[in-house]
């Protein structure tokens, strides 16, 4: 028995759709995985990092006072804004990765007195730590 072309059309529609809800969940799960969350900015949508006050603190305490590794230029730090690409990152001391897994995908520089990590694929900052608390 033939098909018609409507009927064709419609199982290529129910095709569709079914391959974009299963797309639409493998990003919802990986947004969910681990410490990463995203946010949503003017810029687009980037990770945002989920750290502890311990692993903040570490963190900066091991790549804040090596001055060779500060931008030679200010930009926005805010989670979300996008890194110039003329801005030179770094790795990660070994010990903060060997803690921190997650840290692993992440690359950094400093602005000022704040360590800003950033997302090394997309060139987006996904966290700022600061030398307080709070930040």
Excluded: W
Excluded at 42 to 59: C, D, E, M, S, Y
Excluded at 102 to 110: E, G, I, R
């Amino acid at each position: 028995m033939k098909k018609s072309p409507a009927h064709r059309l419609t199982v290529i529609a129910l095709a569709c759709a079914a391959a974009a809800l299963v797309g639409a969940g493998v990003e919802s799960t990986r947004a969910q995985a681990g410490d990463i969350d995203e946010v949503v900015s003017p810029n687009g949508v980037a990770p945002k990092l989920q750290l502890t006050a311990a692993q903040r603190t570490a963190i900066y305490q091991a790549v804040s006072q090596d001055k060779s590794k500060a931008a030679p230029s200010r930009f926005p730090t805010t989670v979300g804004s996008e890194v110039p690409p003329m801005i030179e990152l770094y790795m990660l001391p070994d010990d903060i990765l060997a803690n921190n897994p997650v840290t692993k995908l992440y690359k950094f520089t400093n602005v000022e007195d704040r360590v800003v990590l950033v997302d090394p694929t997309n060139m987006r900052v996904i966290a700022v730590i600061g030398p307080h608390r709070d930040e």
